[in-house]
């Protein structure tokens, strides 16, 4: 995990990456990105927590909507006064780590 990663961010994408069931283990850089951009309809760059959960299933990770909520409300756009959200690196590092722990 980066650096920049608060530890609680970091514990909450673990303990949610504990949770998925991966359909396919290794999504490529093309689907993450496309599930990413197609999902966070809304131009502001970052994930809410239905937009987390859609994404994550395009990809074939299943996340219950407790995690996907607690991962948005525990983000570093949320600790900046924020609505809270996932940006792209965040999202890249909870698919990350949700193939790694399947």
Known sequence: MASSVSTAVYEARKAAAATVK?????????????????TSRDGSGLLRTNELQVAMRSLGFDMSKDNASHLVQTSQNAKEGGAGGINFD???????AAAMEA
């Open 22 to 38: 991966p359909k396919d283990l290794k999504p490529s850089w093309e689907a993450i990105t496309k599930a990413f951009s197609q």
């Open 90 to 96: 965040q999202f890249l590092e909870l698919v990350e």
